[in-house]
């Protein structure tokens, strides 16, 4: 078992994970790697933030022949994300709520890789009528079946308290508004994020890779 901790700064991958048209994904992002640029880890260059945005990813429904946790990956487009996702030491997962969970992009995205998340800290930023908070908590389920850490502030933005919507058109259902989230939301961001680079830092141990929920049926 790998107990070092990690050398260098913590590259944190800040995951947006819609790919729709019109989707607030980014512009969710755009203001999670601005509250990023003010975290006294970021400022001291302990830590280091790198968007992974699932948009430009361009994966296609998983198409491998050999499952994940084999590592054995034969299309280059996994190969190209394998490497962007094992190149960090912690994420920010950015989701919306669809239907009570996440994006078919994100779950996808998560599922063509496995090893990449296994012991790194990741938390989850989420956004929707309700704060997405009930895709927030399904991706809890889905990292800890990868073995990723989840650490235990979440953070959530509302549709009609954390945009700004002045001057669109009420009945225009793509207006993306402006983000303009109550500074609660920043605190809780950057709560995360302090126990994201902590998490990162510290000498991994077996429980890191035996996580609740995981089981041996990623084998399918």
Known sequence: MDNAQTAGPVRIGLIVGSTRPGRR?????????????????????????????????????????????????????????????????????????????????????????????????????????????????HLRQILAEVRAVVVPTAAALTVFTDFDFSGADPGDPTAPGRIAPAAERAEALSAMLTEIVTRARAPRSDDDLVTAGGSPERMG
């Open 25 to 137: 994904g980014a512009a969710v992002a755009g203001w999670a790697g601005e509250v990023a640029a003010g975290h006294e880890a970021v400022r001291a260059g302990t830590a280091v933030v790198e968007v992974l945005d699932l948009a430009e990813q361009a994966l296609p429904l998983l198409d491998e022949p050999v499952p994940a946790m084999f590592g054995d990956y034969r299309n280059p487009h996994t190969r190209r994300w394998s490497a962007a996702v094992a190149a960090c030491d912690a994420f920010v997962f950015v989701t919306p709520e669809y239907n009570h969970s996440v994006p078919a992009a994100l779950k996808n995205a998560i599922d063509y890789l496995h090893p990449e998340w296994n012991g790194k800290p990741a938390g989850v930023l989420s956004y929707g009528v309700q704060g997405g908070t009930r895709a927030g908590e």
